[in-house]
C-alpha cells in the first residue's frame, strides 16, 4: 500500500496511541526529504541538459570549422604553380 503526504497527515487525525503518531511523523520527514531530493535533481537534470545543448553547439561549430579546412586544403590541392618554368 502507498500513502500519500495528505492521506498520512488525515490519518495521524486519526490514530491516537504514541506507536501511530511516532510512525506518522517519520513518515511525514520522509515525504519532506524526498521532495527536498527531488528539487535538488530536478535543477541538476536542468543544468545538466543545458550544459548538453552547449556542447552540441559547440560539436557544430568545430565540424563547421573542420569542413572548411578541408575545403581549403582542396582547393590549394587544385591551383596551378605560378611563377616561371624551368
Do not use: C, P, W
Not at 5 to 30: F, H, T, W, Y
Not at 43 to 49: A, C, K, P, R, T
Amino acid at each position: 500500500m502507498a500513502f500519500t503526504e495528505q492521506g498520512v497527515a488525515m490519518l495521524s487525525s486519526v490514530l491516537k496511541s504514541d506507536r501511530a503518531i511516532a510512525v506518522n511523523i517519520q513518515i511525514i520527514r520522509l515525504f519532506t526529504k524526498m521532495k527536498a531530493v527531488l528539487s535538488e535533481h530536478q535543477e541538476l537534470l536542468s543544468e545538466i541538459e543545458d550544459i548538453k545543448q552547449k556542447a552540441n553547439s559547440q560539436d557544430e561549430k568545430i565540424e563547421q570549422i573542420f569542413n572548411y579546412l578541408n575545403q581549403f586544403v582542396e582547393q590549394k590541392m587544385k591551383r596551378e604553380k605560378v611563377g616561371y618554368k624551368k
